[in-house]
């Protein structure tokens, strides 16, 4: 299996240009999310989806739009794109029997850095 | 105050030190994650508990529900323990709500 897996992996983007982060999973698993690291901060976590076609707002989702048309597929849109999009994006999935999401073992793609300038 | 404090936030140790690194939470919560996170920046998750302790190799996770607290420990430490250990937590809100609230790690360097 290859797990997570995330592209691009760097990406520099101009104000207001606008572009798409991929993210697949290919273990099955019903719940993914996306996530941003900024240099000195904990994770926050972006959107996250329950199951295909189910997509639910975390913490910091202004300025971003996420879809769920497949388990697999997760891909986070970042329109007219700004400096404090400026981060590091994880996406991660995880598979949940129960309702209570966010207490099983989250497996995590290896991240995409984005610039905005 | 944030509500997931960890501590050191950085931590020099010699080559067979026994490491302890602190996460504490001021929410109530029904789950604690620990992850690393290597040099190169990817995430791996470590731990995920909700009472008591847990143990996989050299590394060894507890909790105590009641004082709001986690620890993580590595015994035996070795250069590549070197990594960014970061706790998270899983608000007892109930039902499916509720998300991951990040501490901003502990960044380990292990001497040889």
């Known amino acids: 299996n290859a797990g997570v897996t995330q592209t691009p992996k760097f990406r520099i983007l101009k104000i207001g240009q606008s572009m798409t982060l991929q993210c697949t999973q290919d273990?099955?698993?019903?719940?993914m999310y996306w996530y941003r690291q900024d240099p000195g901060m904990g994770l926050k976590l972006i959107y996250y989806?329950?199951?295909?076609?189910?997509?639910d707002k975390g913490e910091v989702p202004n300025g971003y739009n996420v879809s769920r048309s497949t388990t697999e597929d997760f891909p986070l849109r970042l329109e007219l794109a700004a400096p404090s999009q400026t981060s590091v994006y994880f996406c991660?999935?995880?598979?949940?029997?129960?309702?209570?999401?966010?207490?099983?073992?989250?497996?995590f793609g290896p991240g995409t850095r984005l610039t905005v300038l | 105050k944030n509500e997931v404090e960890q501590s050191p936030q950085n931590l020099t140790a010699q080559e067979g030190e026994f490491i302890t690194i602190n996460c504490s939470y001021s929410?109530?919560?029904?789950?604690l994650h620990w992850l690393q996170q290597h040099p190169g920046g990817g995430i791996v998750s470590l731990f995920m508990l909700s009472s008591g302790k847990k143990k996989h190799g050299r590394l060894i996770a507890t909790i105590n529900i009641q004082e709001k607290h986690s620890s993580l420990h590595i015994t035996a430490s070795h250069p590549r323990d070197s990594a960014v250990y970061i706790c998270?937590?899983?608000?007892?809100?109930?039902?499916?709500?509720?998300?991951?609230?990040f501490g901003k790690g502990t960044k380990l360097s292990v001497k040889p």
């Open positions: 991660a999935s995880s598979y949940t029997r129960l309702a209570g999401g966010f207490t099983d073992t989250q497996y």
């Open positions: 273990m099955n698993h019903n719940y």
């Open positions: 929410v109530g919560i029904s789950a």
């Open positions: 989806s329950v199951g295909a076609g189910i997509t």
């Open positions: 998270a937590v899983r608000g007892d809100y109930g039902g499916s709500q509720g998300n991951l609230i």
